[in-house]
């Protein structure tokens, strides 16, 4: 027995949200989705993913003189079946929620009354599950050895006589009347 991921289950959602900002929009200059949070819960052959993000609509209004920017928190629900290789051994499973792709605006548009935005929000979900199952062994009947390439490293080490190294020379400030300096030269 071991652990190993035993369910998997995959969802991709693409859903318009309404919003009702407290001014009349103009026009719509922006939108971005932040702050996602979500929670899982197993029930019986799916997984329920509960969570919100936060939608932020950058818009004008007042016939384009103001700008502003509203934002609501969506809540939202997924159920997403599971698919089990084998059947599950264990009563501890363990589930393990992966964000393929976080909520994303696709769409920022105002609806016809000219009232709301319509937002369209994609988001992707990936549930495992990890539980316990048995792990099938093949055994060959011949002896096997893989061959691997190696390198052939030579274990002789030539050995050298290090010689001190000399500083090196540090350029002498000029003096005059220096019995090392030319008469011509500047330094």
Known sequence: MTKAVIAKGKHRSESTVTLKPPNRPSSILGCWVINHTHQSKKVGNHVEVTGSFDVNVWYSHHDHSKTSVFT???????????????????????????????????????????????????????????????????????????????AVESSSIVMEEKKPKEAPKKEQPHHPNHPNQRKDSPF
């Open 72 to 150: 609501e928190s969506v809540p939202y629900k997924d159920k997403i079946a599971l698919h089990y290789r084998d059947e599950p051994t264990s009563s501890k499973e363990e589930t393990i929620v992966t964000v393929l792709q976080h909520p994303n605006c696709t769409e920022a548009s105002i609806s016809e009354c000219g009232q709301n935005f319509l937002i369209s929000i994609e988001r992707e979900l990936l549930v495992e599950m990890v539980g316990e199952t048995k792990v099938s062994v093949t055994i060959h009947p011949h002896p096997y050895d893989e061959e691997w390439p190696m």
